[in-house]
């Protein structure tokens, strides 16, 4: 008899999930949240995420169908153009694409709402970074080569493990897609980084597996290098934990239990692991990314304690002229 491989435990109601699209009254807002310290402005083109991360953060009980249903802000470029149009300031913080969703979630390859602002952007001279999992921002790669001065691209990867990532975060592009994708951005000279998020204790923390990510993200042309241990709340750790015994992770499971709540480290709703497994973590994270050439450190930090240092010389200053701004100013 052959042998049944169970299936993942299934998170979502829907496969694929609805799309609606609404009009917004404002597009750009200030970082809030964790970010808040930061300065800087955000703006999400979409409200949900199709990539399903079991993990993801985003989820909560105001927006509970995170997984199954789209909102495409149809309006954001115009409304974007029109808050850039009067801006009573003389100067302009950078803008996150997006602190909420993927902006390059497979949706956009039909609305194509990032592009749009991308290039209001642009039109107004506004630096930019974007963090994605997708490979679907390589249409745009003329788009974001072109202003290579004044905007940075990260890629949050979980793991070099392709098997385990379609498992955990079953709709993103596989790293080897994505390591592709890295490339030809970086051979164009645009700013490339990889987050390395979330590390998950006793899932995808193997050490030679995170050696041989941050070895092929940085031959791939990544300069810059993050990582974040997994954060928990209650939802995250339902899906986490169902996801992990259905695949018979129980270990994982029982790991992750002791590590979060038998000594429990909170802070603004969030479960953390123990602070010495973070520190030991990340400092493996930093010590191979200088091994192989690379820098450590991102223009955005988490949370306080939360393990993400910043470059010294690296960041996108909420307080530059826009009309003047460069990005290679503070890389380079």
Request: proline share 6%; charged share 25%.
């Amino acid at each position: 008899m052959a042998k049944v491989i169970p299936e993942p435990h299934k998170w979502w109601q829907r496969r694929i999930p609805l799309v609606e699209e609404k009009r917004c009254k404002t597009f750009l807002h200030g970082l809030s949240g964790e970010y808040k310290d930061e300065g800087g402005l955000t703006a999400n083109p979409y409200i949900g995420c199709a990539h399903r991360c079991c993990y993801c953060y985003a989820t909560y009980e105001w927006v509970p169908e995170f997984y199954d249903k789209i909102v495409v802000k149809q309006n954001a470029p115009q409304v974007l153009e029109a808050q850039l149009r009067m801006w009573k300031g003389k100067y302009i913080e950078p803008v996150f694409l997006a602190s909420a969703t993927d902006s390059y979630q497979p949706q956009e390859g039909r609305s194509r709402i990032t592009r749009k602002c991308v290039e209001v952007l642009q039109k107004y001279n506004v630096p930019y970074y974007i963090f994605t999992k997708s490979g679907t921002i390589l249409r745009d790669l003329e788009l974001h080569a072109a202003y290579k001065d004044k905007c940075m691209l990260f890629w949050s990867i979980s793991t070099i493990d392709d098997s385990l990532k379609k498992i955990i975060e079953p709709n993103v592009t596989p790293t080897r897609s994505l390591l592709k994708v890295i490339n030809k951005f970086s051979e164009r000279g645009v700013q490339t980084a990889v987050n390395i998020i979330p590390i998950i204790p006793g899932l995808t923390d193997d050490r030679i597996k995170l050696d041989a990510l941050i070895k092929e993200s940085a031959e791939a042309g990544a300069r810059y290098f993050t990582a974040g241990v997994l954060r928990l709340r209650g939802d995250i750790w339902s899906r986490m934990k169902m996801l992990l015994e259905s695949i018979g992770r129980y270990d994982a499971a029982r790991l992750m239990q002791a590590f979060y709540y038998s000594k429990p480290i909170t802070e603004q709703g969030y479960y953390y692991a123990p602070k010495s497994y973070r520190e030991e973590i990340i400092q493996f994270v930093e010590t191979k990314v200088k091994e192989h050439g690379a820098r450590f450190g991102i223009p955005i930090s988490d949370s306080p304690d939360l393990d993400s240092p910043q470059c010294s010389d690296f960041v996108l200053h909420p307080k530059e002229k826009f009309e003047e701004a460069s990005l290679l100013s503070f890389v380079q």
